[in-house]
Nanobody, 112 residues
């Protein structure tokens, strides 16, 4: 099983990033998937999740209206479109799904 995130980087406040997570080794389309993040000195927190087939989503209050989670079951890929980024969004972002599988994380830094 592998979950491989990409798309992180350094962006100025107000900017955008699109994170991707490519899954392999399990039946991606049958599992809900999630994005978590962990900032330095803080606990890992749930950012957003998406159901397996009906597209139902959940967002943390801190990102609602700015982030959009989506998935392409034909490509075994999970996405997180992050707009109007703020310095407090700086964290390592992790993809999670399947039987509690985790990716290695991708760093997002929001700074001027």
């Amino acid at each position: 099983v592998q979950l491989v995130e990409s798309g992180g980087g350094l962006v100025q406040p107000g900017g955008s990033l699109r994170l991707s997570c490519v899954a392999s080794g399990f039946t991606f389309s049958t599992y809900a998937m999630s994005w978590y993040r962990q900032a330095p000195g803080k606990e890992r927190e749930l950012v957003a999740d998406i159901a397996s087939t009906d597209g139902e989503t959940y967002y943390a209050d801190s990102v609602k209206g700015r982030f959009t989670i989506s998935r392409d079951n034909t490509k075994n890929t999970l996405y997180l479109q992050s707009n109007n980024l703020k310095p407090e969004d700086t964290a390592v972002y992790y993809c999670q799904g399947g039987s509690n599988y985790w990716g290695q994380g991708t760093q997002v830094t929001v700074s001027s």
